[in-house]
């Protein structure tokens, strides 16, 4: 049997207490088939708005902090440099980690089609190189229709995902957000 001693036995020798089922009862592991991969994303600041991506599917429109996928070997700071260049055009300066959020496909609105996705997104705070202005995307995602600076004030009142960063930019509060929209 597997299991550890437990010195609480009656007649003070130790006990062996079972942690796994019988052989015959297990079930075979089998790998889920959820998929998990890191993303770095920036929040854009210049002056009083920040530089979003609008995006365009089967549920309408809606905005995104530009940045995507970190590949192999890639640093999370360059995987934000080089997706701000292929979305927006612009070249930023990565400034400190400000959120770390779990996107659970499965229990979100997307769920149809995400179920099998879990990313670990980390957003940095970034603002545009001396002298840079956005140009056009040289890689863009296949929803992205453009991209829009928007008002720190307005993100209330437009479709931003992830919801939770709506009310969240520019404002002190934790770094980590957990699983959520």
């Known amino acids: 049997m597997s299991g550890h001693a437990d010195s609480n036995s009656q007649d003070g020798k130790p006990r062996e ?14 790998r889920p088939s959820v998929r998990l991969r890191n993303a770095a994303r920036a929040i854009i600041f210049f002056e009083d708005k920040i530089l979003l991506t609008r995006n365009r599917g089967a549920k309408g429109n809606w905005y995104l902090f530009p940045g995507g996928g970190q590949l192999p070997a890639e640093e999370l700071e360059a995987t934000v440099r080089r997706e701000c260049l292929e979305e927006t ?23 149809d089609k995400d179920a099998h996705v879990h990313q670990i997104e980390f957003y940095f705070e970034c603002e545009p190189m001396p002298g840079e202005d956005v140009r056009e995307a040289t890689n863009v995602d ?10 720190i004030e307005d993100l209330t009142k437009i479709n931003l995902f992830p919801k939770a960063l709506r009310t969240r930019v520019g404002k002190p509060g934790p770094t980590y957000l957990g699983d959520c929209n």
Do not use: C, M
Not at 17 to 30: C, D, E, Q
Not at 89 to 111: Q, T, W
Not at 142 to 151: A, D, L
């Open 17 to 30: 207490i079972s942690r796994l089922p019988p052989s015959g009862n297990r079930r075979p592991y089998r």
């Open 89 to 111: 055009g612009l070249v930023v300066k990565v400034g400190g980690l400000r959120f770390v959020r779990e996107y659970i496909g499965a229990h979100h609105d997307f769920a």
């Open 142 to 151: 296949n929803t992205q229709i453009g991209i829009e600076w928007v008002p």
